[in-house]
T-cell receptor, first 111, second 113 residues
């Protein structure tokens, strides 16, 4: 059974203080690993898809990386507007169309 | 281009009442999904429709039914609401081939008393 574990559950950073969020996963035949951002009261917003170990993708202050067991979302010099919950999900070869989501990391960036 | 839209945004039901949550997408996607999100549980798939004319159960289908009305619209029905169905419901859509990423609507917050 596919499993996704995100850590930490919550993270508080000062503006400009870089850090990383972790997503550990087990899956039969990874078809994709997905990162989403979710603001309070809103739906998840798609950020990145990673398909194979060694792949990296960047968007503004965010960079996602992938190994065979985990993915990291690196946040460089964060700003208060980066505060949100970040969700990781995997799609395995036995999953059909079902994304398996982790419980998320709640990030707070203070001025 | 509105993406994925959901109605209503909020709803309060009494135990035993029924209702239908509506979802529409304008991205010409083949696949559509219904999730629920509960504190501490993450997002869980209720039902999905890989393509027009097909529907399949997800992880937590009990107490729900779905209808894929056409390529754009996918509705979720609660026939007899229970307090355990108090949750935030999200609809999503995607292609059924790579890149697989799903795009979500703004959600419906449902309370069953």
């Amino acid at each position: 059974e596919d499993q996704v574990t995100q850590s930490p559950e919550a993270l508080r950073l000062q503006e400009g203080e870089s850090s990383s969020l972790n997503c550990s996963y087990t899956v039969s035949g990874l078809r994709g690993l997905f990162w989403y951002r979710q603001d309070p009261g809103k739906g998840p917003e798609f950020l990145f898809t990673l398909y194979s170990a060694g792949e990296e993708k960047e968007k503004e202050r965010l960079k996602a990386t992938l190994t065979k067991k985990e993915s990291f979302l690196h946040i460089t010099a964060p700003k208060p507007e980066d505060s949100a919950t970040y969700l990781c999900a995997v799609l395995g070869s036995n999953s059909g169309y079902a994304l398996n989501f982790g419980k998320g990391t709640s990030l707070l960036v203070t001025p | 281009n509105a993406g994925v839209t959901q109605t209503p945004k909020f709803q309060v039901l009494k135990t035993g009442q029924s209702m239908t949550l509506q979802c529409a997408q304008d991205m010409n996607h083949n696949s559509m999904y219904w999730y629920r999100q509960d504190p501490g549980m993450g997002l869980r798939l209720i039902y999905y429709s890989a393509s027009e004319g097909t529907t399949d159960k997800g992880e937590v289908p009990n107490g729900y039914n779905v209808s894929r009305l056409n390529k754009r619209e996918f509705s979720l029905r609660l026939e007899s609401a229970a307090p355990s169905q108090t949750s935030v419901y999200f609809c999503a859509s995607s292609e059924y081939e790579a890149p697989y990423e799903q795009y979500f609507g703004p959600g419906t917050r449902l309370t069953v008393t």
